[in-house]
């Protein structure tokens, strides 16, 4: 068991108490561990990266934040900045709640690896193999103007599914036809969201209605962020013969010990939830609550849990996830993968010619390319600006906890970045 023991610095709690008159909720604290004993080594390690959060809740741009990193030397070291909530007097730290939204994709892309390992299918597998409700999709010959198709010719594999190049699309990302048809069928990216139609009951219910609306292209021919990672899902719980949520708690969530990483909130879980606001499109509000996505909404049970978008998670527990992929699927003292499995999730598998937003894209997650001065990173964000990445050419991964819409509207990470490189010793 990793045991860690929080370690505050004088630098630091005068600096959110005294010089600029915070309340004691704005403090900040930072802690150094490792799987083998802790080691109290204040802010230290991380004192570029402390400042960052700490000037973000100082200005009053965020309630609180937090963020976790995996060590190149081994251990793992936490910051963490701020309160859950403006007026709160409950610090944000490690064991803090956020929504993590798509996040939830590289635990989903994680999934279907230990699958493919196990032999019930392979990037290349067609899915009407193991959805036959795919046999006979369509593809739209004009998305803008209506829901006119024709068959589709190109065969839709697991690869596309993991990549975002089967042909889906998301309800929120326009406007065409295709999309308007999403959200009337409540074919939405995660509970919190409400369309004409209530919610699909089960995931084979998703499957039922996405087979009746066409593919916005080709399989395989065009990266479009989409709805993809849900229907990854049904391909899990069939090859595994189990629902999905079963599936990812047993062979991912139980091993590696992440049990603040859930679907739904628990009893007692809404103390540590952070509060999520939509502070406007350049970030400077008025901010406004989000609806939909209290503590009361993400109690109540889930129709599905969304594969693309549905968990809650704490730094302490992704950063743990995300140790076990930069360790070549090694969690502790449990194998959750193999190595060369955990290899290939990392990689970049794309169809050939295609980019995703300028790189390459693996199993959930982005892939920086060669020639990008983080070459060889992989990683994914939630839609409420929370971060994940491992970057195994500097042995090291790490996790930004905050909760802002829209996506980066409050734009902590182009400062994280390089004092986070600069506090590793990291030099690009």
């Given at each position: 068991?990793?045991?860690?023991?929080?370690?505050?610095?004088?630098?630091?709690?005068?600096?959110?108490?005294?010089?600029?008159?915070?309340?004691?909720?704005?403090?900040?604290?930072?802690?150094?561990?490792?799987?083998?004993?802790?080691?109290?080594?204040?802010?230290?390690?991380?004192?570029?990266?402390?400042?960052?959060?700490?000037?973000?809740?100082?200005?009053?741009?965020?309630?609180?934040?937090?963020?976790?990193?995996?060590?190149?030397?081994?251990?793992?070291?936490?910051?963490?900045?701020?309160?859950?909530?403006?007026?709160?007097?409950?610090?944000?730290?490690?064991?803090?709640?956020?929504?993590?939204?798509?996040?939830?994709?590289?635990?989903?892309?994680?999934?279907?690896?230990?699958?493919?390992?196990?032999?019930?299918?392979?990037?290349?597998?067609?899915?009407?193999?193991?959805?036959?409700?795919?046999?006979?999709?369509?593809?739209?010959?004009?998305?803008?103007?209506?829901?006119?198709?024709?068959?589709?010719?190109?065969?839709?594999?697991?690869?596309?599914?993991?990549?975002?190049?089967?042909?889906?699309?998301?309800?929120?990302?326009?406007?065409?036809?295709?999309?308007?048809?999403?959200?009337?069928?409540?074919?939405?990216?995660?509970?919190?969201?409400?369309?004409?139609?209530?919610?699909?009951?089960?995931?084979?219910?998703?499957?039922?209605?996405?087979?009746?609306?066409?593919?916005?292209?080709?399989?395989?021919?065009?990266?479009?962020?989409?709805?993809?990672?849900?229907?990854?899902?049904v391909v899990?719980?069939?090859?595994?013969?189990?629902?999905?949520?079963?599936?990812?708690?047993?062979?991912?969530?139980?091993?590696?010990?992440?049990?603040?990483?859930?679907?739904?909130?628990?009893?007692?879980?809404?103390?540590?939830?952070?509060?999520?606001?939509n502070y406007?499109?350049?970030?400077?509000?008025?901010?406004?609550?989000?609806?939909?996505?209290?503590?009361?909404?993400?109690?109540?049970?889930?129709?599905?849990?969304?594969?693309?978008?549905?968990?809650?998670?704490?730094?302490?527990?992704?950063?743990?996830?995300?140790?076990?992929?930069?360790?070549?699927?090694?969690?502790?003292?449990?194998?959750?993968?193999?190595?060369?499995?955990a290899r290939?999730?990392?990689?970049?598998?794309?169809?050939?010619?295609?980019?995703?937003?300028?790189?390459?894209?693996?199993?959930?997650?982005?892939?920086?390319?060669?020639?990008?001065?983080?070459?060889?990173?992989?990683?994914?964000?939630?839609?409420?600006?929370?971060?994940?990445?491992?970057?195994?050419?500097?042995?090291?991964?790490?996790?930004?906890?905050?909760?802002?819409?829209?996506?980066?509207?409050?734009?902590?990470?182009?400062?994280?970045?390089?004092?986070?490189?600069?506090?590793?010793?990291?030099?690009?």
């Open positions: 068991m990793i045991i860690e023991r929080p370690h505050f610095d004088r630098r630091a709690l005068l600096f959110g108490m005294g010089a600029l008159s915070l309340p004691l909720g704005l403090s900040a604290c930072a802690s150094v561990g490792s799987s083998a004993e802790a080691t109290p080594l204040g802010l230290d390690r991380l004192p570029l990266t402390q400042d960052v959060l700490n000037r973000f809740v100082a200005a009053g741009r965020l309630p609180g934040l937090a963020v976790g990193v995996a060590l190149p030397e081994g251990g793992k070291a936490f910051v963490q900045a701020g309160t859950l909530d403006f007026g709160s007097f409950t610090r944000a730290d490690r064991d803090t709640l956020f929504r993590i939204y798509s996040m939830t994709k590289l635990i989903t892309g994680a999934a279907a690896a230990i699958l493919m390992e196990e032999g019930r299918f392979g990037l290349d597998t067609p899915v009407a193999d193991l959805i036959p409700e795919f046999a006979s999709l369509k593809v739209a010959t004009n998305p803008a103007r209506g829901l006119a198709g024709r068959p589709a010719v190109n065969t839709m594999t697991i690869r596309h599914l993991l990549t975002h190049t089967a042909g889906f699309t998301y309800a929120h990302t326009g406007n065409n036809a295709i999309q308007r048809e999403y959200a009337k069928q409540g074919a939405f990216m995660a509970t919190s969201s409400r369309g004409d139609a209530p919610l699909p009951a089960s995931y084979d219910e998703l499957i039922t209605r996405l087979a009746d609306i066409p593919l916005m292209f080709e399989p395989g021919t065009k990266y479009e962020y989409g709805i993809s990672i849900d229907v990854l899902a899990i719980e069939r090859a595994a013969g189990m629902p999905f949520g079963a599936f990812v708690q047993r062979r991912i969530l139980d091993p590696l010990a992440m049990q603040d990483t859930v679907w739904r909130l628990r009893e007692g879980d809404a103390q540590r939830l952070a509060a999520l606001y406007g499109s350049n970030g400077t509000g008025p901010r406004q609550p989000v609806p939909n996505t209290s503590a009361a909404d993400l109690s109540r049970p889930v129709p599905i849990p969304f594969a693309g978008s549905g968990l809650l998670s704490t730094a302490s527990d992704y950063i743990d996830f995300l140790t076990m992929l930069l360790n070549d699927g090694a969690g502790g003292r449990r194998r959750i993968m193999k190595p060369e499995t290939l999730l990392r990689s970049d598998i794309l169809p050939e010619g295609l980019t995703a937003n300028g790189g390459g894209h693996g199993f959930g997650g982005w892939v920086a390319r060669v020639g990008h001065k983080r070459a060889g990173e992989f990683g994914w964000s939630g839609n409420a600006s929370t971060q994940a990445w491992i970057d195994p050419a500097h042995n090291f991964a790490a996790v930004l906890m905050m909760q802002a819409l829209p996506y980066r509207s409050v734009n902590v990470l182009d400062e994280l970045r390089p004092v986070l490189d600069a506090d590793l010793g990291i030099s690009r």
